[in-house]
């Protein structure tokens, strides 16, 4: 039999930690001026190079300039790590601030200065204010603010080291202080939800030197730990996690002046106790509350003098009321954009009315320019494009190829990232009004294989899946063993029209002989609400049933597959799913390799599985049907656990609890830790001998001849 070239089935599994899955090169996080022609974004120097630095894009030039490279700002002693993870900017894009190893740091666009501020630290969550006269930042539970201007280390432009600090006392003091051991001013959970971003807890007023801050308290949340058993001298680390049907934290806005002033929002928190989104835009302060069971969201105006709130938006649902990223929002006239889900279709609104068309599938709004809203949707799941609606005008859709798609929009300037499946990281560029569009570089590695896989629709669900077979296999020429790919959960899809590392996986799963399949079922995202709320109540029976179908619908279009010898991994909700698998279908699956899986579903995070299940209270039935380890007395085929054991996402204990259950019963498996690895362990220095791991398991469980 023919076989893949042994570099390139040796190299992906090391490229993927040297690029961390093929992140590291691409451009990011973008903020246009104004004026459209400034474009600022994150991007390391080169592929493998894990620290990202701050550039500039003149867009008329098409000249990239280097603002902010970490590597020339910090001493010799102290390494860059990651770089500058995220940055923040005035409304003039004239100046930027970032966290760079726990201090404060600031560029002047125009100039390209970079400075460090004398600031307490850690800083985390740097954001100057829209004039660009104060930060706020957050430094060991309280939020403190900083003058923009006072001196501090002056590098020069974009390499330089700092010189001796020239410290001044300028204002530089907190405005909001822990009154407790448990609390944090300045950070909120859930924010993100709504955001389309990383989670924040501070917002600035556009006009004033007020910001609505949240106050989270976690006194009541649950006192976890992870311990690394590798350093027995190491004490293990305290974490809160509010697992479903405990407590959570609790949080409150309130609006504070730099004069010392303070007012608290109000509303009806023991009915909605979920903060999942905020703000200040140019009509006021603004939040965006749950209920505990996710069933009604509302969007409050807050009134910044007293704090009163009234309601601007209410949305319903039987199941739960999806979060859509970015929304709610209002527009410069105060229209209010949300969405409805109706028969099938997720619909953009304006002021409650539909702007756009049954079957188009909104998946994010990216912000709005005047009255423009600019956003994603999907008319093929596996698809994503960049639409914009205008009043008057419609809904537009503003890209062509097929792919993933998503964009900033300022002042008429677009910047449009295109994934698409020839490269990973996609092509970005900045598109003006009757001018050609400027690219920005990406330096992402190419990866050192190609994807051979046949695009699918399977069985009277129309699944989306793809098949990945070995380049060098040819029809007639022997049956492959299967192994099912997915991933399956409500939060990601693994099908689409783009290069994702995951395929890469799978292609390289596929060169060591077998056939890979990989399918979109009920539940996962792009779809429609009715889809996604498919999985309400039963988080993996409509999950597990669609990968059978595919499984026997691929073999009947492809008879090269042996059914005989079938085996199921996956990570995470995939890694559920992988020992589900195996638990209710020993007849369909041989053997299954699962990491991360959430077992217990007790033990997993509230919010989140709360949103399928309801509260564990209420619906205990439901709990006890997921459970995985009350399942373990099932198992009769081979199943490898991984858990990396600085997971707080998914506790170790999740595989530790399966593991004791299995034992319990006589039922062998194996184990796999990895010491100091969190949720995600491919991408790490890790990834080499991991999936070499996977592989020797799959080949010893689902025979020789294979291969």
């Known amino acids: 039999m023919a076989r893949f070239p042994l570099m390139a089935m040796v190299s992906l599994p090391g490229q993927l930690g040297r690029t961390r899955r093929f992140v590291r090169g691409a451009p990011e996080q973008f903020a246009v001026a104004p004026d459209g022609a400034t474009v600022l974004f994150l991007r390391s120097r080169a592929g493998d190079d894990p620290v990202s630095c701050l550039w500039a894009l003149d867009v008329p030039s098409g000249a990239e300039r280097l603002l902010a490279d970490p590597a020339g700002l910090l001493d010799a002693a102290r390494e860059p790590a990651a770089g500058i993870s995220a940055y923040a900017t005035d409304r003039a894009v004239r100046l930027a601030a970032f966290a760079l190893a726990g201090e404060l740091w600031t560029v002047d666009v125009g100039t390209g200065t970079v ?164 703000g200040w835009d140019a009509h006021g302060p603004y939040a965006v509350v749950q209920s505990r069971d996710q069933r009604t969201v509302r969007f ?217 399949l990989v399918t979109d079922g009920r539940g996962t995202p792009g779809r429609g609400p009715d889809w996604e709320r498919e999985v309400h109540g039963d988080l993996f029976g409509p999950v597990l049933e669609d990968q059978v179908t595919a499984l026997h619908e691929a073999a009947r279009l492809h008879p090269e597959l042996d059914l005989d010898r079938v085996g199921i991994r996956g990570w995470s909700f995939g890694g559920s799913l992988a020992v589900l698998a195996v638990l209710r279908r020993p007849d369909v699956f041989h053997c299954a390799v699962a990491g991360a899986a959430v077992t217990d579903q007790r033990l997993y995070a509230a919010h989140w599985r709360e949103r399928f299940l309801g509260h564990p209270d209420a619906h205990p039935a439901r709990y006890q049907a997921s459970s995985l380890v009350t399942a373990a007395p099932q198992l009769t085929r081979p199943l490898l656990l991984m858990h990396g054991l600085a997971d707080d996402n998914v506790h170790p204990a999740h595989t530790l609890r399966l593991s004791k259950a299995l034992l319990a019963s006589g039922r062998p498996h194996e184990v796999l830790l990895l010491p100091g690895v969190g949720h995600q362990a491919l991408g790490t220095a890790m990834s080499e001998q991991l999936l070499w791991h996977q592989l020797r398991f799959l080949r010893r469980n689902l025979g020789p001849d294979a291969l």
């Open 115 to 278: 400075r460090r501020l004398p600031a307490r630290g850690p800083v985390m969550d740097p954001r100057p204010d829209p004039a660009g006269r104060w930060i706020a930042y957050v430094c060991d539970g309280a939020l403190r603010v900083i003058e923009a201007e006072v001196s501090g280390d002056t590098a020069r432009p974009s390499t330089a080291r700092s010189s001796t600090p020239r410290r001044t006392n300028g204002f530089a003091r907190p405005i909001a202080v822990p009154d407790g051991p448990d609390v944090t001013f300045g950070i909120a959970e859930h924010t993100g939800s709504t955001s389309g971003s990383s989670p924040r807890g501070h917002w600035w007023a556009p006009e004033e030197p007020r910001l609505l801050v949240a106050r989270t308290d976690v006194a009541d949340v649950e006192l976890w730990h992870l311990a690394d058993p590798a350093d027995p001298r190491k004490a293990p680390l305290a974490v809160r996690y509010a697992a479903a049907g405990t407590a959570n934290a609790e949080v409150t806005l309130w609006i504070i002046g730099l004069d010392g002033s303070r007012s608290q929002a109000h509303w009806d928190r023991d009915a909605f106790e979920y903060v999942v989104g905020a």
């Open 300 to 516: 409050l105006a807050i009134d910044p003098d007293n704090g009163r709130t009234s309601v601007l938006n209410e949305q319903h649902d039987r199941c739960w009321v999806q979060l859509v990223p970015g929304l709610p929002a209002r527009t410069p006239s105060g229209s209010v954009v949300a969405h409805l889900d109706r028969e099938g279709t997720r619909y953009l609104t304006v002021d409650g009315a539909t702007v756009t068309a049954p079957g188009l599938q909104l998946r994010a709004v990216l912000g709005t320019d005047g009255e423009d809203v600019l956003f994603t949707a999907s008319e093929e799941p596996t698809e994503t494009h960049l639409w914009r609606h205008r009043p008057g005008h419609g809904t537009q859709r503003l890209s062509t190829e097929s792919g993933v798609h998503s964009g900033v929009l300022r002042a008429g300037t677009l910047v449009h990232t295109a994934r698409s499946t020839d490269r990973p990281g996609g092509r970005t560029t900045v598109r003006r009004d009757a001018q050609p569009p400027v690219p920005i570089a990406s330096f992402v590695e190419r990866p050192v294989l190609d994807v051979h896989a046949t695009r699918l629709v399977l069985g009277p669900r129309h699944l989306r899946a793809m098949l990945h077979l070995p380049s060098w296999h040819r029809p007639g020429r022997g049956r492959l063993p299967v192994l099912v790919d997915p991933y399956g959960g409500a939060s990601r899809q693994r099908v689409t029209a783009e290069l994702d590392w995951r395929s890469l996986v799978s292609q390289w799963l596929a060169e060591q002989g077998f056939a890979v």
